[in-house]
């Protein structure tokens, strides 16, 4: 299991689990839809496969309403000639439905990082072309596409209750900081 593409969910009283959706892949053929979405329920102890029959699976982002509580499930496909972005609506923990295109990135991209700033952009890392794209937060299209003075761009992530945005690639082997427009939105850890 590759542990980059995890996510946490902000805390609700209600929803106690702390990992929710994480992607697993197998390392077969790139083009065999062998890829699975699986939540982890805290509470009960249970790993569940939520969904599966993807090429490739990878970031993933779990999106909250104002009051905290998850909504959406969004995680990229990678290899894919359409590199679509997909949802779900969350609907109980561990528990989706209402499978649907959320976005979609020019073609045969390969999409590793995924993170969601205050307003609900989704920032997304795009590999080879070392670019941000930004979509609003309704999906679609993005709305804004960064060129990154690298290429490789990995995994992405905001500094708890900031704007300082880190990133990192692998062309020069390096952790990238910038100072985005919101703060990121709040992840489970800093809701102690």
Do not use: I, M, Q
């Given at each position: 299991m590759d542990p980059s593409p995890l996510t946490h969910s902000p805390s609700h009283p209600r929803y106690t689990t702390i990992l929710e959706f994480m992607t697993l892949r197998q390392f077969r053929f790139k083009l065999e839809a062998f890829g699975s979405v699986y939540c982890y329920n805290k509470t009960t102890d249970e790993l569940k496969k939520v969904t599966s029959g993807f090429i490739y699976p990878n970031g993933i982002v779990v999106k909250h309403d104002d009051h905290g509580n998850p909504v959406k499930l969004i995680f990229a496909v990678t290899y894919n000639k359409n590199s679509p972005?997909?949802?779900?609506d969350i609907i109980g923990p561990c528990q989706i439905r209402n499978k649907q295109v959320w976005g979609s990135l020019p073609a045969n991209s390969v999409v590793d990082g995924l993170?969601?700033?205050?307003?609900?952009?989704l920032i997304v890392l795009e590999y080879e072309s070392g670019t941000m794209y930004v979509f609003g937060p309704n999906g679609g299209s993005p709305m804004c596409r960064i060129n990154l003075p690298f290429l490789n761009a990995t995994n992405i992530v905001f500094t708890p209750n900031s704007n300082e945005l880190y990133m990192t690639e692998h062309e020069f082997d390096g952790l990238w900081k910038i100072h985005w427009k919101h703060k990121g939105m709040k992840q489970y850890c800093e809701t102690f």
């Open positions: 972005l997909w949802s779900f993170e969601l700033d205050e307003e609900g952009n």
